[in-house]
């Protein structure tokens, strides 16, 4: 695959997952209270709706974003996700 393939995937599973992030803030933003979890993700993205093109992209989503959270940068930049169309890399 190349270079500009993967980018444009990346920059979309990105994209994406900024739609559900900012989804969930804007649904959350009103709420003063502090929750009981102590998972500031979890707590950010409580209430979030998600817009995939099936599983397959579900699944891809979820990946990229829990390798957010627990990859650092240089990890992140060695790791490889499907294409758009759900090709392997």
Excluded: W
């Excluded at 997952?17 to 979890?37: C, F, K, L, R």
């Excluded at 993700?41 to 817009?51: F, H, I, K, S």
């Excluded at 891809?60 to 392997?88: G, I, S």
């Amino acid at each position: 695959m190349s270079d500009k393939v993967r980018a444009a995937f990346l920059s979309s599973v990105l994209s994406i997952g900024a739609m559900v992030i900012a989804v969930a803030y804007a649904s959350n933003a009103a709420a003063s209270e502090a929750s009981d979890t102590d998972n500031a993700v979890a707590e950010y993205l409580d209430g979030a709706t998600e817009n995939t093109r099936g599983e397959d992209h579900r699944q891809v989503l979820k990946q990229a974003l829990t390798d957010m959270l627990n990859l650092p940068v240089k990890k992140l930049c060695e790791k490889n996700y499907p294409d758009f169309e759900m090709h392997p890399d």
